[in-house]
């Protein structure tokens, strides 16, 4: 029983970290892509 419960609780701990990463990445992204805007606006205004 308590086998099983270990088992689970890795199982769902393995799927929040696979999620967590994607979420970070799309967020690393998300930022990336504003700072070359940011960049092009610049370097359009010179």
């Not at 270990?6 to 929040?16: E, F, K, P, R, Y």
């Not at 805007?37 to 010179?46: M, R, T």
């Amino acid at each position: 029983m308590v086998r099983k419960l270990v088992m689970v609780a890795l199982a769902a701990g393995s799927l929040m970290a696979v999620a967590a990463c994607n979420t970070v990445e799309g967020a690393g992204k998300d930022v990336s892509s504003a700072g070359k805007a940011v960049s092009n606006a610049a370097s359009d205004a010179k």
